[in-house]
């Protein structure tokens, strides 16, 4: 008999963003880590908890999308004299790497969660990118979840080294791009620099290699994903954090996090990651529904699988 | 029942490198294109027929080796007043490009091959990577192949595009790193890229991506593997033509080129090389087992094989 589902929490930025990519501009899109995890866990997970904070320029609409999708948002504070966080990004022809054209972290800059009570039971924890200070910080309000996921990135592998060193050694798992795992580790590539992570202190390490999939490291063993296979990318800003919303979504749901439940989350980020590249910002994942997602993940299945028994015919 | 094992004509280049990685260095290390192909296919198929061209500088234990291992060497021309291909590469530390110090194409660059007679009835031929109408040329002087792959790089894109975009029509299978498959397209990515060159002629397009593994695209349908998860990487140096070596001895041992046994053959080529990554030049080659590969192929299929059945615990 399956488990009840498990509450998911995340706490994280919301912002938004302009974006401008070769399929054209988008400006103040809806955007942020938490904004996108949420968004695909949600599709998931039915207990998702988001915690974070707004400037008095948030739309109350954005909120109601929150609550239509089941997102529990009692931990969105809103600063009454702050702007909300703003980024503004443009993509080159490859669409791999994004040049920050300008950036004002505004109310997000002095962001100090505070986890409400009723949050604070959360078997799942996704610490989205943001400092390691204030990342420790959330995970000490916390009472014994059973799986804690930490998100991070390369400002913070230079600025805050020591910190996010000692924020690793209290997390399961840790999700990091594949440049930012070579970085951190010092390791010549994502095998060796696995093997360095799970040395530091985490059970699980996940990392996002963007066009090329994602690798999953823990318990001795490793899975390897390919990409889901798109043909047009129109904006791969949030693809990141949808994937580790599909990732720790479907863990919430299995209310379980052993390799095998891994394996398939793995599968159910690549899916969430791809849908939401096809969109600028949230759009795609807004639009989405459950009959899509389950059509990709077998057509994914399908993508990798193969039956190595027949060697002749 | 299976059929009889197919034979396997290779096209291409032996040569001698020098090569410098962050794990050592190696001098007047056997190596070329048809040398690390060869050797690879002939852990799985019976029936390799090498046609290359040597200097009187190529020792004759090397071509022992070949016929140690069961490739026909009869294809192999010696011109006697010159000296055998050259190349001497350096990595850096990611072990990702090589850089040229540098190159003598010596008895290579005049190389107008021939096909002895009895190698002309070869079903299954693979055109190593070089200029797209020696290429061309050579398959005028086979007879009904069943099926062509044509390997190709970037020079061969920039200085003889038309030719190779002639060749492309005329072969089964186009292979071709991911950064080449773009540059010849012009598209912005590989399932983009792979689409166009399909519309060039080719029923199948494989692309190679290094560390991030291998992508099929044939009829219609999308088929992609992670590269094996290798710790250290010793010499990258020939593990394209492994991998195409691994592609196509399946392929002949099979006597087919399904949908279903390219992707088997995709795991072969995956594993050979990451075999050959592992020490300098074709050491690792030389020193495998057919246990061996067995072995990482199963390893391999664990790697990435996922049951999506249990959505619960």
């Given amino acids: 008999m399956p488990l009840p589902a498990s509450s998911l929490l995340v706490v994280g930025s919301l912002a938004f963003d302009t974006l401008e990519t070769p399929s054209g501009n988008a400006e103040n899109e809806l955007g942020g880590s938490a904004t996108y995890f949420s968004h695909s866990a949600a599709w998931l997970a039915p207990k998702v908890r988001l915690v974070g904070v707004v400037g008095k320029d ?45 950036l004002q972290l505004n109310v997000f800059g002095k962001f100090e969660p505070t986890i409400p009570a009723p949050f ?33 990135m390369n400002f913070w592998i230079e600025t805050e080294h020591a910190a996010l060193l000692e924020l690793i050694q209290h997390v399961d798992g840790l999700i990091l791009n594949n440049a930012e795992l070579i970085q951190l580790s010092g390791q ?23 066009e090329h999939g994602a690798m999953l490291f823990a318990d001795g063993e490793v899975f390897a994903l390919p990409a889901y296979p798109l043909e047009r990318i129109v904006d791969p800003t949030g693809a990141g954090d949808s994937f580790a919303g599909g990732f720790m979504g479907h863990l919430a749901r299995a209310g379980n996090a052993s390799f095998a439940d891994m394996k ?12 939401a590249c096809e969109d600028f910002g949230l759009r795609r994942l807004f639009a989405l529904s459950e009959a899509e997602i389950e059509k990709r993940v077998k057509e994914f299945a399908k993508v990798v699988s193969v039956d190595l028994s027949s060697k002749g015919r």
């Fill in 58 to 102: 948030f739309p109350v609409r954005h909120i109601q999308e929150f609550k239509d999708r089941g997102i529990d948002t009692s931990g969105i504070r809103t600063v009454a004299n702050g702007k909300t966080f703003r980024w503004h990004g443009r993509y080159g022809k490859d669409l791999c790497n994004a040049e920050t054209v300008s």
């Fill in 120 to 152: 604070r039971k959360s078997p799942f924890v996704f610490l989205a990118n943001g400092s390691p200070k204030t990342q420790r910080a959330v995970l000490k309000q916390v009472e014994k979840p059973k799986f804690v996921l930490a998100d991070t």
């Fill in 188 to 210: 010549p590539n994502v095998v060796a620099g696995a093997r360095w992570a799970l040395a530091q202190g985490p059970r699980v390490v996940v990392v996002k290699k963007g």
């Fill in 264 to 275: 398939r989350a793995l599968v159910y980020g690549t899916v969430l990651a791809s849908f």
